[in-house]
């Protein structure tokens, strides 16, 4: 099996060294657990438009290569740019980016990592599929990328030969995902093992911060943002909303939608969500307490509105990320 790995400049380098470290890994450890060598061989090549490169040197176990038109590949992995150099990456790299789109019409599976998912976007050959990026720059993706469907809420997304996971760090289980994919179950969980990699099985909401959406120039329902967020407290209804705004409810539910990507009752919900997900992290306050904190005043419907938008109870929320024990 051969797997190509971008080695660009402004590439975040973990992203770059980390899979040819599990790839590598595996192919050294297996032989060591179970007496015999994997089925498929490994050759990783850490492939690059020019002379420069991220690291100048091959990293252990991987070659150092320019782009050549008859060399094929299995796999070719796209790691993560630094994010504030999206735009100078996509404009600089345009001949990594044809040679990606050749490896895939040669048959090649391409799995991008993180913001990586831009410049594997810029083939063209996510038009019409789905991907998924880290959940802070689905955004910008989405209005660089409008023809992808961003499944931001997704660590792991696969479109048979082409593949994205979220977060940055969120490859090593990608690669765990991606050695199943090619080596088989068994390898996969030997792997999983020898590295001590659990497998995601949480969604990104879980990991997620809400960010509140005022990049827009809808003055009148920005106003109404900043009532909801000081106010989430309290009982706040559509109409009362709408009148804010001098609006009929249908036309506020529009231009809200319209201004944010959420429905006003979306809004206040992810408000007062994220304001209980800081008091759990922060405060050893009971469930129930922090529901009425936020707005609810059935605990269980609390309950199900986080877990709705956060993939967990509270309480596990509580366990995973907060600094007091639960109650």
Not at 235 to 243: M, N, Q, R, Y
Request: hydrophobic share 40%; with cysteine.
């Amino acid at each position: 099996m051969r797997i190509a790995i971008l080695n660009y400049p402004d590439a975040v380098p973990t992203c770059v060294t980390g899979p040819a470290d599990i790839w590598n890994g595996m192919r050294r450890m297996y032989p060591v657990l179970t007496g015999s060598a994997m089925k498929m061989p490994i050759e990783i090549d850490f492939v690059s438009a020019s002379a420069r490169t991220l690291f100048a040197t091959p990293v252990d176990g991987g070659k150092q290569r320019k782009l050549a038109a008859g060399a094929g590949y299995d796999l070719v992995i796209v790691p993560a740019m630094r994010f504030e150099k999206i735009g100078v990456v996509l404009e600089r790299e345009t001949t990594l980016i044809k040679w990606v789109q050749r490896q895939y019409t040669q048959g090649a599976e391409l799995a991008s990592i993180c913001v990586g998912a831009f410049l594997l976007a810029a083939t063209g050959l996510l038009t019409g599929k789905k991907a998924t990026t880290n959940w802070l720059f689905a955004d910008q993706f989405r209005k660089q990328f409008p023809y992808v469907d961003v499944e931001d809420d997704k660590v792991i997304v696969d479109q048979g030969r082409l593949h994205s996971c979220g977060g940055a760090f969120s490859f090593t289980s990608f690669m765990i995902y991606l050695i199943e994919k090619f080596c088989g179950h068994e390898e996969s969980i030997i792997a999983s093992k020898i590295l001590m990699i659990n497998v995601h099985d949480l969604p990104q909401s879980t990991f997620s911060i809400f960010r509140f959406q005022h990049e827009h120039d809808d003055e009148a329902i920005g106003g109404v943002q900043l009532f909801i967020e000081k106010n989430y407290k309290q009982a706040l209804s559509l109409e009362a909303l709408a009148v804010r705004c001098n609006m009929s409810v249908r036309n506020f539910i529009r231009r809200f939608e319209q201004a944010t990507t959420n429905t006003p009752l979306e809004y206040l919900q992810r408000v007062r969500i994220e304001a209980a997900k800081k008091i759990l992290e922060t405060k050893n306050v009971g469930i129930a307490q922090i529901a009425a904190r936020c707005g609810y005043e059935d605990v269980d419907y609390f309950g199900k509105i986080f877990r709705r938008h956060v993939a967990m109870t509270p309480r596990a929320y509580r366990e995973k990320y907060g600094k007091n024990k639960s109650l």
